[in-house]
């Protein structure tokens, strides 16, 4: 499966982004997906997931209550709806595909990524 993400860029501490992740290309049908980032000099970490049908979702505890994840499948496509941006949110944010349908926060259980958008926040 290929993915797409767009939406970054530039925002103040406050502000709101919404990311757009596009899937194209053959998916299992019960595939979870979700959103990681990754600041320079950082790991990849977890910020959200969501199931196949949109019902069950997770977040990481930095970004609860401040981001919200969503999907239309019959678009092929992931969003990332951020709210209350702080500079410590800048990252490259990477959408992907999970092997399985359960949500996880491991990177190992995503099989495809796609190259990810770029959010700067500003103090």
């Known amino acids: 499966v290929q993915l797409q993400a767009s939406g970054g860029g530039l925002a103040q501490a406050g502000d709101s982004l919404k990311l757009s992740c596009v899937f194209s290309?053959?998916?299992?049908?019960?595939?979870?997906m979700g959103w990681f980032r990754q600041a320079p000099g950082k790991e990849r970490e977890f910020v959200a997931a969501?199931?196949?049908?949109?019902?069950?979702?997770n977040y990481a505890d930095s970004v609860q209550g401040r981001f919200t994840i969503s999907r239309d499948n019959a678009k092929n496509t992931m969003y990332l709806e951020m709210n209350s941006l702080k500079p410590e949110d800048t990252a490259i944010y990477l959408c992907a595909a999970s092997r399985f349908p359960y949500l996880s926060a491991a990177t190992s259980s995503y099989a495809s990524w796609g190259q990810g958008t770029q959010v700067t926040v500003s103090s």
């Open positions: 290309g053959r998916t299992p049908d019960y595939s979870a």
């Open positions: 969501i199931n196949r049908s949109g019902v069950r979702k």
